[in-house]
């Protein structure tokens, strides 16, 4: 743990941080980068969530909804890897601390878990229940479980600055 | 009474004096606004993609229009009441904010289209292959929705 405080503290006290930090419009224009893209993310995803829920799209197979949608979240993902990256950089040391950012760390990795667990279980026989309105017991609790745990990743993230 | 004075009934009330007293209001209703904000941005991205015929090429527009519709009018109904909770906290300075007018123009835009246009675009989508007129609805949509929501951001900015 000593190691990563270090590694934070480097990052903080790094030309490039101090930079970011210091700056009025980067900080502020990377973090409305970051809230679209887990907008773009969060937003897709939770289309997938509600249509195995059978909420929506009823009439949509589960596989071609997920074909259709996963590249979007991918990017979204991308996106707000490398944005959140450089929010990162520049409050690395506040960052460290922060109980919210840990939360939102934890989170992220259960939605790691919960897509993994669906993607190499439920999903591999997807063809058996895709075209069901309403999915399978098992799909609907990772449906609930990825929509209640990216949302927590965005509550997280926005108490991150109230602390 | 004047616009102003609609501003300033809504900062006096009750609701007004209960964020700007709270400790956490605030932010509760910022991740309140944030979440209808991912509902509403992924529903306008679906419907929006459809029409410019990026994905679910062969499914229904008309379906995946009142699908996404419905999604669309319940984040945004979460959207609108959260959003009024925070200007109460500060409705004189979002008065003056020209973010927020902007804003609010935006979005007057946005929903006007969303029911006008778009939906005549998703008529004409759903009868053979996209022709140029769904495509230019879509266009218009994203940028719509995109400009409320920069704006949106910019009001804590500027």
């Avoid at chain 2, 956490?24 to 991205?45: I, K």
């Avoid at chain 2, 229904?60 to 229009?65: D, H, K, N």
């Amino acid at each position: 743990m000593l190691f990563l405080q270090h590694f934070c503290e480097m990052l903080y006290q790094s030309s490039f941080g101090t930079m970011l930090r210091e700056s009025n419009n980067a900080f502020s224009v990377i973090e409305s980068v970051h809230v679209l893209s887990i907008t773009l993310l969060v937003g897709t995803i939770a289309v997938l969530d509600l249509r195995m829920l059978g909420l929506i799209l009823r009439s949509v197979s589960v596989s071609r909804l997920a074909r259709s949608v996963l590249p979007l979240s991918w990017s979204g993902f991308a996106v707000s890897v490398a944005s959140g990256f450089l929010l990162f950089w520049a409050e690395a040391a506040k960052m460290y601390v922060n109980p919210s950012f840990r939360a939102k760390l934890v989170l992220l990795v259960l939605a790691g878990f919960n897509a993994l667990i669906f993607h190499t279980t439920i999903y591999r026989r997807a063809q058996e229940w895709e075209t069901l309105q309403v999915c399978p017991w098992r799909a609907r609790v990772t449906a609930i479980a990825s929509l209640t745990v990216w949302s927590g990743v965005i509550i997280a993230g926005r108490a991150i600055a109230y602390f | 009474m004047s616009l102003h004075g609609w501003f300033m009934a809504l900062a006096h009330s009750p609701l007004g004096h209960a964020m700007q007293t709270s400790r956490w209001g605030f932010a509760v209703v910022e991740m309140v606004h944030l979440l209808g904000l991912a509902l509403l941005g992924g529903s306008v991205l679906i419907v929006d993609l459809r029409l410019l015929g990026v994905i679910l090429k062969g499914e229904s527009a008309i379906t995946i229009g009142r699908d996404m519709s419905r999604l669309l009018m319940g984040s945004l109904t979460v959207m609108v009441l959260s959003g009024i909770a925070l200007l109460s906290e500060e409705a004189g300075k979002c008065y003056y904010s020209p973010a927020f007018r902007c804003k609010m123009a935006l979005l007057a835009a946005a929903i006007i289209f969303y029911f006008t246009l778009h939906r005549q675009a998703l008529l004409r989508a759903q009868s053979g292959k996209p022709t140029l007129w769904p495509r230019i609805a879509a266009i218009v949509s994203l940028l719509l929705w995109l400009g409320v929501g920069v704006a949106g951001r910019a009001i804590g900015l500027l």
